[in-house]
């Protein structure tokens, strides 16, 4: 195992926010009132909800004003020019939610960061910091370059156009409309390079790039010097001229927006299945409707997360098959699939027009359908690190294949060692597999240093630091992460979680005051929290010792506490509740937090995060 990684720089950088750019987070609290004659329109096709069009314009103009603090904007009238409502129009068919517009600033930050290593890590070193030898890792000129974005453009083409527009947008919501024409001009190369795999489509790229192109010019008066990629400068597109599939087009990338930006993950399924009603014919089309009810099923939490496919998951992928078997995107989402029933039964159900009988028989095809699936693409990173995780975290322990998970590690990650997602599997790899706490540690503080929106790798951290509360004060590290802009574009279920752990690292530290502190602020949101039933697997996994923290442990302290609350009136009822829970002498109320959000937690009003404007409209 290659066990060198960097530091990637760019990733800490994006986590910051500029002044300038930080007004443009939220529209001012008029525009909630704004009214128009032609206000209320409805987007064309689809389950998509109505929209004003005078609140949308003030978002606009809200992103357009904290430009006139940068340098180069600052007397230009243009900036005070009206956008033509047809533009807006088209933009909303594009986009599909107002919000999106008016989003916490550091939504845009998290975007831009997780698509950087998309789009710009690949074939890049940068190589530092090692973990264990401390020498540097030569740059070599002639790394094999990952196939990641040329498979994602031949087999997921929406996709791909989809996570560049959504880069787009958050470059303009942030303030940052040079970037964001670079990338449009990468946008339209990216169209060029489709037209001759997928001229069906090309219709609905074009309306998605050449109204891009023409807000970003009327928004400058052309100061960026935007080419235009077709005659017709700034002849604005209309979605209703479209053919339907153009319209369906558009529809797929705005779902994949939908994706970027965390929106509701109901809206998005439900465009995509009208998407799917209409045209049946793209495989890509049923990948992502599959993906979305997947994504929708785990966005729940987890006390209630179901593992088992939903019956129209099979159907979605069994319908992807059957367009195009060889699909690569396909067989990863078969192999997801399969991994999920796996999980949740005893090895007898069928996915994918295939019967399976037991365990073993299930592994083993597994197992052989991803050697292929490697074989045929040997430079993707994405295939690698994420068939890593089927044999050394979520098949039967028993049917564990360790050195075939490191394999696949070592090649996602010397192919690319810039990638998040093989950093953590690293770390969580060396934790499980081989039991090396200290090397795992590493990983995952790589990661969190090179991603610094990368909630589980800071979260595995935590983890680490409170089984060792004489080296560090877990607490205290929590309490300083959650005064960052990273972290206000986590989930607020995520954070209560984080805060819960805060709770338990006062706890081994004997500050109870501090921990029962922590865990009423918790309870006020989230009681199902306290479900004690995963915490001595914790302590076992992080090698906690028990002396200091343990289920039983907390329980015992818990009746004492119980038993002190008559000198404390003010604390009877939460230390009651506490209690009950802990013990499980009551079911905690069903938590209504899901993942989904444009917003900055309401959670983030208690720590006050620095640098940012987590306002929202």
């Not at 970003?216 to 597109?237: A, D, F, R, Y």
């Not at 430079?379 to 979520?394: C, E, G, N, T």
């Not at 935590?462 to 060792?468: A, C, L, P, Q």
């Amino acid at each position: 195992m290659m066990e060198t990684a960097a530091a990637n720089s760019a990733a800490a950088t994006s986590a910051a926010a500029t002044s300038a750019a930080a007004t443009s987070a939220a529209a001012t609290s008029t525009a909630a009132t704004a009214t128009t004659d032609e206000a209320i329109v409805t987007l064309a096709t689809g389950s998509l909800p109505n929209y004003n069009v005078n609140l949308v314009v003030c978002y606009l103009n809200q992103i357009r004003k904290g430009l006139t603090s940068m340098e180069g904007y600052a007397s230009t009238s243009y900036l005070e020019a009206p956008i033509p409502n047809e533009v807006v129009k088209s933009l909303m068919e594009i986009v599909g939610n107002p919000e999106l517009f008016n989003a916490a600033y550091c939504c845009y930050r998290r975007v831009l960061n997780q698509l950087s290593f998309q789009f710009f890590n690949t074939n890049k070193t940068g190589l530092s910091d090692t973990i264990n030898s401390g020498n540097d890792v030569e740059n070599k000129s002639d790394r094999i370059i990952p196939s990641d974005l040329e498979d994602q453009i031949q087999y997921k083409p929406t996709e791909a156009f989809g996570d560049k527009v959504a880069q787009i947008i958050a470059y303009i919501c942030a303030g940052e409309l040079l970037p964001a024409s670079e990338e449009l001009t990468n946008l339209q190369r990216m169209r060029d390079n489709l037209l001759h795999l997928y001229s069906d489509l090309d219709e609905g790229f074009y309306f998605v790039a050449k109204t891009f192109e023409c807000f970003l010019n009327m928004t400058t008066g052309n100061h960026l010097n935007i080419v235009s990629h077709q005659e017709g400068k700034n002849v604005i597109p209309i979605f209703d001229d479209l053919t339907a599939k153009g319209k369906l087009t558009v529809r797929v990338v705005q779902s994949h927006i939908f994706r970027n930006f965390r929106c509701k993950s109901n809206q998005l399924v439900d465009t995509l299945k009208q998407v799917v009603i209409e045209d049946d014919s793209v495989t890509e089309w049923w990948i992502t409707l599959a993906e979305a009810v997947r994504r929708k099923r785990r966005d729940v939490p987890k006390h209630y997360r179901g593992k088992r496919p939903l019956d129209e998951e099979y159907q979605y992928v069994d319908k992807a098959l059957k367009l195009d078997s060889e699909n690569p995107f396909v067989k990863l989402t078969l192999m997801d699939c399969i991994i999920d029933c796996l999980r949740d039964s005893k090895g007898s159900f069928v996915c994918g027009g295939i019967t399976f009988t037991n365990s073993g028989e299930t592994v083993a095809f597994m197992k052989d359908s991803c050697r292929k699936l490697l074989k045929q693409f040997p430079r993707s990173v994405k295939f690698h690190s994420q068939i890593s995780d089927y044999f050394a975290r979520f098949v039967t322990l028993c049917y564990f294949d360790i050195p075939f998970a490191e394999e696949c590690l070592d090649v996602a990650y010397n192919l690319n060692p810039n990638y998040p997602p093989t950093t953590h599997r690293l770390g969580i790899f060396n934790r499980m597999s081989k039991g090396a706490l200290t090397t795992s540690f590493e990983w995952f503080k790589i990661t969190e240093k090179m991603d610094s929106y990368h909630f589980n790798s800071f979260m595995e951290c935590v983890k680490n630091m409170i089984g060792r509360p004489e080296d560090y004060n877990a607490a205290e590290v929590i309490e300083e992460k959650l005064c960052t802009p990273g972290a206000c574009s986590w989930p607020e279920v995520d954070i209560l979680e984080l805060i819960f752990y805060k709770g338990i690292a006062h706890f081994s530290r004997k500050e109870y005051e501090e921990a029962l502190e922590a865990w009423e602020l918790v309870s006020i949101h989230n009681e199902e929290i306290f479900r004690l039933c995963d915490l001595d697997q914790t302590c076992g996994f992080y090698n906690w010792d028990e002396t200091l923290i343990s289920r039983d442990k907390l329980q015992i302290w818990m009746k004492n506490e119980k038993s002190k609350v008559d000198q404390c009136p003010t604390r009877t009822e939460f230390v009651t509740l506490l209690y009950n829970l802990m013990i499980g002498t009551v079911e905690p109320k069903k938590s209504n937090l899901y993942y989904n959000s444009l917003s900055c937690p309401g959670i983030f009003q208690r720590f006050k995060p620095k640098n940012i404007d987590t306002t929202n409209g």
